[in-house]
């Protein structure tokens, strides 16, 4: 059982309150920022809330500060928020008592006995009432909050961890961290009125208003138990990090935030799908979770890092870490006046609840406009601590308060510009950051050796580059301009000459390239078509150089030295066999030349058969072409692609109608054949009287 730990296993170290950002996070008044949203809802012990988002391009504008640290002789767990008496409850685990604090004096105003070690707190305002998740005493106490007294005891398992309330079924869920399952206690009759088996240790429990799913966080298993409030019954178990514990959903964002306390990390799991969508790494142990629906953000102690780590939902990032005194436990978030209580205790030493007040900056607008990039080309603008800009447009807008900014930029994908980085400071009042993007432009030069002065003089040799030629009558020649990459490379030397190392060369920097020219067995790679109309464009590529012609029914690669070239049939695509002999090869890929090769390609154009009607006012008719049947509304044409040659139809039946096709068997060859399907309505002939 965990419960033993009490924090012994940290070293006894006290760390001063500090408020550092995370990696390049830009500080505003000496403090990180969180991004600004829009709604107020309900937070209760370890996170249970109401919806909101933050706005996409908007930069964390929070400015965190200590507001009050209330002092306890005890070890202060559970937290919740009570909305309709503005008041804080507080579970003493060593006192047996929940502590209530008025959010408006930061002062205790009540003490009220409860069960053996209270751990865990939760607010339910359809009763007014809040519910104390009682450890060691195996119980739960129901406390009114108008007197602050308790009002009944309910039993439930072993060891209740965690509480959640469910405002549509006016139920409370239990998680017995001893027993291995889920008490479900009214909140009219104060009674258990199921239990549900879950996992092993079950921990943290919280309540989804989207979904009517309860989450049940089970420690031992890794998992995460989805309980639908209907039926009570565990409808999905999702995997998670290793020691779950805290739990928050999200309605806002649709997802669940599970704090795992041994892998050091928070899992996002959609609500939507149950699956996990995202993984959020924290320096170690995070233990509760609690939502703000007005930020669209994520509170998380993180008990080995003695802080407070702040998770934006737009981006599922940490975009501030505040450090408390001691180590946290719990955590709420005050909607009333749009504060932080944390509890926090240090081994056996007194505990305190540390308020904190979150403030919201003014923000300016800051436009990154770019040039030198294609139109259309995707781009991004990534500045730490900020939602990530991508766009195809030639500029983009992000909201930022005051302060000093480091941002990168680069096209989404490929590497064909240069990355750029920069610094800006926003201080009272929007600004461009102008881009100007340069194209990676590298030279390649390609060296020959081996060919005679007299044949390089008369004949030359060329490089075949990713489908670029260039001849040359000297021992160099060079190619401008070039990414870094691996690119497609065909040598070709004169008659009987040849280079060992044909095949790709790989751009880095500006680079030299040695080809080692020699005699060589030359071979020919021919492709002759079939079939291609008169005039018809039809192309190949060897190796990525492509040649296209119109007037000729060959086209020929020659003098190739022997090896294996990958060869495509460029134009047409479609309708083509390719055979080498009498043997069917694919439109592209490679091909061992250990001789001269032919390859024949015949072409099937394809031409559209128009089928027209008339005679119908509504409804829909039909044809069928060699087994394939289409339809269309009346008035409207049916089509079929098929190649030269006569075909067959048949017009589909309409009830009431007969049907001529002109012509019966249409021919086809070229463009422009239509048959014309005229329907008549059949003429009824009255029988005998």
Known sequence: MRQSWKWGWVAAVIVAMVLPGLGSLV??????????????????????NLPALSPPGACPNESFSRQANISFDNDPRGVAYDSARNEVFVAAYDLARVFVISDVTDAVVASVPVGVQPRAVTYDPGKAEVFVANWGSNSVSVI????????????????????????????????????????????????????????????????????????????????????????????????????????????????????????????VISDATNTQVGTVELPSAPVAVAYNPAKGELYVTVAGGRSLAVISDANNEVIATVGVDFLPWGVAYDSGNGRIF??????????????????????????????????????YVRVPGCPLLESTQSSMVLSAPNGNYTYRAAPTTGHHFFALTGAFSVNGGALAVPLTF???????????????PKTLAKSGWTVVLNGTAVHATNASLTFLALPNGTYPQLILGPKGYGAVNSGQVTVFGTTSENVTMGKIKAVTLSFHEKGVPKGHAWCVSVDGYGQCTSTSKSLTYPNLALGTYNYSVLRPEQNVTVLLGKTAEPTSGPIPLTKSVKLVLTYLPTYLLKFTEIGLSSGSWSVSVKGTTETAAAGSAIYFALGNGTYAYKVGTISGYGSVGIPKKPLVNGPGTTVTIAFALKTVVAGPP
């Open 27 to 48: 500080h505003v008044s000496g403090l990180p920022a969180g991004p600004e949203a829009g709604s107020v809802g309900l937070t209760s012990a370890l996170g249970r």
């Open 144 to 267: 009114s909050d108008a007197s602050n007294a308790v009002v009944a005891v309910v039993g439930v398992g072993n060891s209740p961890s965690d509480l959640a309330y469910d405002p549509v079924r006016a139920e409370v869920y239990v998680a017995n961290y001893g027993s291995n399952s889920v008490s479900v206690v009214s909140d009219v009759t104060n009674a258990v009125v199921a239990v549900v088996p879950v996992g092993m240790e079950p921990d943290g429990v919280a309540y989804d208003p989207t979904t009517g799913m309860v989450y049940v966080s089970n420690y031992q298993s890794s998992t995460v138990s989805a309980i639908y409030d209907g039926t009570n019954v565990v409808i999905d178990i999702i995997p998670a990090g290793a020691g779950p514990m805290g739990l928050a959903v999200d309605p806002g964002a649709a997802e669940l935030f599970v704090a795992e306390y041994t892998s050091a990390s928070v899992t």
């Open 342 to 379: 944390v509890t926090q205790s240090f081994n056996g030493a007194p505990g305190s609840v540390l308020v904190i007040s979150e403030r919201t900056l003014r923000s300016y607008a800051v436009t990154f406009p770019e040039t030198g990039l294609l139109p259309g080309t995707s781009w």
């Open 438 to 452: 340069v194209r990676v432009a590298f030279a390649l030069t390609c060296t020959e050796h081996g060919l005679p």
